[in-house]
């Protein structure tokens, strides 16, 4: 058993707070029962984007959070020796995507639309990303976090709904706006044609996709390494934590760098820590493939790799229900999942989201999945 194996909460809501009333020293003290060792958690600083989770309070709870102090719960968790990392979004603002004109265009000269709660932000926008660069510092300014977690940082793409048999060269690759085609002639030397039967986007990836994708590539890499200049400026040693497409290359080939512009390798210089998304059931894989994925991103970086890993199912119903995916994630299969971290080369687990937790016990009464959790840490402590 690993014992320096670290384990990981996803907080993505305050509903700890304002939905299951509990107090900063009693949602500590859970945290420290279930043994864990880091939280990847929101705070009031950064406005909240609803994802595939909700995250933000209904209108009429919102006067349960006046008395809410980030600061305090900061200094409480400091004490208690958990880490604490913040959490940007670099999408989803649509907003200021707006105010920006920052929504992505695919190569068939098609805005982006939005799908189900998905949408994507075209990376070159500086103004836009400006504003993600000031939040992060108005939060670290504040709370003095030990890192910051920065979430969706990635080309456009719903790639949650990438199941088996996907074609990746028919997919809606992003983004190929008059911006990002004009930065990439200044960065390449190389004139994209604007006229004949093809669009530029689809020029681009018929003659010269190599260099295109270097630099989508480049593009993220130095956007991730702005947030990380900006956290060090509060704490230099804070880490950056990378959300990270799990596109290993036996099933996924090139496509985690070709259509979302993560190149690992390439972002080993500026990420601390990996945080690699292993939901098996959202991509139809079967739950030893989690430790396939965070491996592979290990041996292409080198540096601290953890895995997250779904404590629900999702996409089971809806728009997005298929009949590739599993519509259940049973307790056993979730426990499964943990343990074959273990024997993995990956350094820690991340479990998404406490939410799930406190609604089983509070809502449901069934605390079986903050036991499997804590049999799981004092196995490997």
């Not at 604490?84 to 989803?92: A, E, L």
């Not at 939040?135 to 030990?146: C, F, G, R, T």
């Not at 499964?336 to 479990?351: I, N, P, R, T, W």
Request: proline share 3%; net charge negative; hydrophobic share 35%.
């Amino acid at each position: 058993m690993k014992n320096n194996f670290k384990f990981g909460l996803k907080i993505v809501s305050q509903d700890w707070y304002w939905k299951y009333n509990l107090s900063y020293d009693s949602a500590i003290e859970k945290l420290e029962s279930m043994g864990v060792d880091f939280i990847i958690a929101r705070n009031s600083y950064i406005p909240p984007q609803n994802t595939a989770v909700q995250t933000t309070i209904p209108k009429e709870l919102e006067y349960k959070l006046v008395e809410y102090d980030d600061k305090e719960f900061r200094k409480k968790i400091k004490n208690a020796g958990i880490e604490y990392f913040g959490i940007v979004t670099f999408g989803f603002d649509e907003k200021a995507m707006r105010k920006h004109q920052n929504m992505p265009v695919d190569q068939n000269g098609e805005k982006s639309e939005k799908i189900d709660w998905y949408i994507g932000t075209c990376p070159t926008c500086d103004e836009y990303n400006e504003e993600r660069y000031m939040l992060v510092e108005n939060a670290m300014s504040n709370l003095v976090l030990d890192g910051f977690f920065v979430g969706f940082m990635r080309y456009p793409g719903f790639w949650e709904t990438w199941l088996p048999g996907t074609d990746g060269e028919h997919w809606n690759e992003y983004c190929f706006c008059q911006r990002c085609i004009e930065k990439f002639e200044q960065y390449s030397g190389i004139k994209v044609p604007n006229a004949g039967e093809l669009l530029s986007g689809q020029w681009i990836r018929k003659n010269i996709r190599d260099q295109w994708t270097q630099f989508k590539c480049e593009v993220i890499h130095n956007i991730v390494k702005n947030f990380k200049n900006a956290i060090k400026k509060y704490n230099p040693d804070a880490k950056l934590m990378l959300n990270t497409i799990p596109f290993e290359s036996s099933s996924y080939e090139n496509y985690g760098k070709s259509i979302f512009g993560q190149d690992p390798k390439m972002l080993s210089d500026v990420v601390d820590v990996f945080e690699v998304m292993g939901y098996h059931q959202m991509l139809g894989q079967p739950y030893q493939w989690i430790k396939e994925a965070g491996e592979y991103i290990k041996r292409l970086t080198g540096k601290t790799v953890v895995c997250t890993v779904q404590g629900k199912p999702f996409y089971a119903e809806g728009i997005l229900k298929s009949d590739k995916r599993s519509n259940t994630l049973s307790h056993k299969e979730f426990k499964d999942s943990l343990y074959s971290l273990l024997d993995s080369e990956v350094d820690g687990a991340v479990v998404f989201t406490w939410s799930d937790f406190l609604r089983a016990e509070y809502e449901e009464n069934d605390k079986d999945l903050v036991n499997i959790v804590t049999e799981f840490n004092k196995s490997h402590h």
